[in-house]
């Protein structure tokens, strides 16, 4: 048996304690639970030491593992960028790309980007995951998150991709059973589809006029974290909501739905967010600088 852990070893165990068990880790790196199960074994036996323990409930890890999981975080990323810089020379970026978003940008946008760069760069293996909610990418593995909004941590280093914005809009039906606001202060008085969004407190909404920004609390029947399904409320003329241009442009081209309060905006840009350790990474730069030609083109 090998004397000195393995690399990929380390990589699956740190998966498993950043996902607190052996079938999530698996499903992350696109393995069986049983090829989990025995790399931890190999690894435990290599370094004679019990990592984690293991109940039906929960996988815990040890203090000897809490220092294997800090070296293996260390030795991963000087691996990472060893190939990193051999591929910046070669102009040709591999290794394991993992990016994350948000559910509908991911969907609709992130997601096809991916396909197509997966066809381009076969070297790149891609893992891709999509939440509801802000992600520490550092803690969780991910090398880029792809994100919609201006709450960025100052550590992180942040790519402007695409101009964007929220705005408010709601359907015909719904304005002509309701009434047009005319202010701002009048939404209050209105059904809200509120999001709970990834980068804002529930049932605010902050909006810009030029340079002078408001804040107007609303509420309404259906909330949602969800937003294409906010969307879809819209369309059904449940209410007034605040959803990003990429997403609602074309359906107030095809008259589905109306943009109100012209005047009003909610800055949304899209960012490729990384830790600063990756500024150097070749696959980073590749996607990101891919990302950002798909997005020059229109969004889909």
Not at 122 to 142: K, N, S, T, Y
Not at 259 to 287: G, M, T
């Amino acid at each position: 048996m090998n004397k000195d852990p393995l690399p990929e070893d380390l990589r699956v165990f740190c998966a498993v304690v950043r996902h607190a068990g052996f079938s999530a880790a698996a499903r992350q790196l696109g393995a069986s639970p049983a090829y989990v199960t025995k790399r931890i074994h190999v690894l435990e036996a290599v370094l004679q030491t019990t990592l984690l323990h293991r109940t039906t409930r929960r996988v815990a890890v040890t203090p000897a593992g809490e220092r294997v999981y800090h070296w293996a975080l260390r030795i991963l990323d000087d691996v990472e960028q060893l190939v990193d810089d051999i591929s910046a020379t070669r102009r040709a970026p591999r290794g394991v790309l993992r990016v994350c978003s948000s559910i509908g940008f991911g969907r609709r946008v992130v997601g096809p980007a991916l396909s197509q760069f997966a066809r381009e760069h076969p070297a790149v293996q891609v893992r891709f995951e999509v939440f509801d909610h802000l992600v520490d990418i550092a803690a969780a593995g991910f090398d880029l998150d792809i994100r919609v909004g201006e709450d960025i941590a100052p550590d992180m280093i942040a790519r402007r991709l695409a101009d964007n914005s929220r705005i408010l809009c709601a359907a015909p039906e719904y304005l002509a059973r309701r009434g047009e606001p005319r202010s701002l202060q009048e939404l209050a008085a209105h059904d809200c589809l509120v999001i709970k969004e990834r980068d804002h407190p529930f049932g605010i909404w902050r909006l810009q006029h030029g340079r002078q920004e408001s804040r107007v609390k609303v509420q309404g029947p259906l909330s949602t974290n969800h937003g294409e399904m906010a969307v879809q409320w819209a369309v059904d003329g449940h209410g007034v909501i605040l959803r990003s241009q990429w997403d609602v442009a074309p359906l107030i081209q095809a008259g589905k739905l109306v943009h109100i309060l012209a005047d009003y905006r909610q800055e949304a840009n899209v960012w490729a967010v990384y830790p600063s350790r990756l500024n150097a990474s070749a696959k980073v730069r590749v996607f990101v600088e891919f990302l950002q030609r798909s997005l020059d083109r229109g969004f889909p």
